[in-house]
């Protein structure tokens, strides 16, 4: 399934920018970056559960926020885009 993950996390406090950094660190493990503070994630059922408990235990939820879009399995039928940033094929072949 695809996931797209975003996040919001408060830099301001005393520890925001470890939390903003273990968040980060959480999604590249899993997934893409598309934007700062968005990723396209192609999980299964067992890794999206993984990912979201990591996730919801290294936020503050009272400061911080961090959202999950379902996309199902067919995510070129539900994302355009356009501009400089071009989208990856997380199905494709991996240049290294």
Same mark, same amino acid.
């Given at each position: 399934?695809?996931?797209?993950?975003?996040?919001?996390?408060?830099?301001?406090?005393?520890?925001?920018?470890?939390?903003?950094? !273990?968040?980060?660190? @959480?999604?590249?493990?899993?997934?893409? #970056? +598309?934007?700062?503070?968005?990723?396209?994630?192609?999980?299964? /059922?067992?890794?999206?559960?993984?990912?979201?408990?990591?996730?919801?235990?290294?936020?503050?939820?009272?400061?911080?926020?961090? !959202?999950?879009?379902? @996309?199902?399995?067919?995510?070129?039928? #539900? +994302?355009?885009?356009?501009?400089?940033?071009?989208?990856?094929? /997380?199905?494709?072949?991996?240049?290294?």
């Amino acid at each position: 399934m695809y996931v797209l993950v975003t996040y919001d996390v408060a830099g301001l406090d005393k520890g925001g920018a470890r939390r903003l950094r !273990r968040v980060s660190k @959480l999604c590249c493990q899993y997934g893409q #970056r +598309v934007q700062y503070s968005v990723f396209e994630c192609l999980l299964e /059922p067992a890794q999206f559960v993984e990912l979201k408990g990591q996730l919801l235990k290294a936020i503050d939820p009272l400061q911080d926020s961090i !959202r999950f879009y379902n @996309l199902g399995k067919n995510r070129n039928a #539900r +994302v355009e885009e356009y501009g400089a940033k071009k989208s990856y094929d /997380p199905e494709g072949f991996l240049f290294i």
